[in-house]
């Protein structure tokens, strides 16, 4: 198993990494799919970790029969963020992962430079309810990106943020798509979840509450 040495950046996913919210998509998600009768449950929702709205709806639509055109397909979109943009706008910092505000200062204490790479065009506005903003050095806005994960762009995007070497960046993911797209920029993955389904992750935990910056930092690195 290779980590970096020495370890200067970490790169965070948000939705199912420091929040709950992959859940939040997942009830947004079904009853859009409930409504226009096309099968899907949360292993069909794995795959739309990581994916933005867009491909997200494709995935959901092409286990149904019907064709939608594009105003249609907008429109299902929007729905869809409506319900989600409505549970968010509830959360308060309270909601964050447990451990996870401790995870970032410790990190910020070793020195590390911190960056966001969600795929969420919402990130914003969670980081905001969540009173995180400020301890991010670097978010990456996902409509800058020319290509989503599992490709590198975001992940690439945050190192050259924090002109960090991407192989001296960890790279932290709930979704198979994002582990995949730690892994093609070239950088160290820890994968928040199922091992038998992060397969490609160099380690897996299952909370971040779990997160050691000792695991990640070998006798030859220069962190603590
Ligand atoms: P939005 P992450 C991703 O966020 C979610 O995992 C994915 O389910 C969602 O479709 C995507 O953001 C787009 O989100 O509709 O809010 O723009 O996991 O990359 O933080
Ligand atoms: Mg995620």
Redesign the pocket.
């Known amino acids: 198993m290779m980590f970096p040495r020495p370890l200067v950046a970490a790169i965070f996913?948000?939705?199912?990494v420091l929040v709950d919210t992959?859940k939040a998509?997942y009830r947004a998600w079904k009853r859009l799919a409930d409504e226009l009768s096309i099968p899907f449950d949360e292993k069909a929702n794995e795959a739309?970790?990581?994916?933005?709205?867009t491909r997200?709806l494709e995935i959901v639509l092409s286990a149904g029969t019907r064709l939608f055109n594009p105003t249609e397909r907008a429109a299902l979109a929007g729905r869809k963020?409506a319900w989600?943009r409505a549970e968010i706008a509830e959360l308060t910092p309270a909601d964050l992962f447990q451990g996870a505000r401790e995870v970032l200062c410790t990190l910020r204490k070793a020195g590390l430079g911190i960056a966001l790479a969600?795929?969420?065009?919402?990130?914003p506005l969670l980081l905001d309810r969540l009173a995180i903003t400020d301890i991010f050095d670097a978010i990456i806005d996902p409509a800058s990106i020319q290509q989503g994960?599992p490709a590198p762009d975001i992940f690439l995007a945050a190192a050259r943020a924090l002109s960090a070497p991407p192989g001296e960046c960890l790279g932290i993911e709930?979704?198979v798509a994002?582990i995949q797209a730690i892994k093609s920029a070239g950088m160290a993955a820890l994968g928040i979840g199922d091992p038998a389904m992060l397969t490609q992750a160099d380690r897996t935990i299952d909370h971040i509450s779990q997160f050691r910056l000792t695991d990640f930092v070998s006798p030859w690195g220069s962190q603590p």
């Open positions: 996913d948000l939705d199912g992959a998509h739309l970790k990581g994916i933005d709205r997200s963020n989600y969600s795929a969420s065009r919402n990130a994960k709930d979704s994002g």
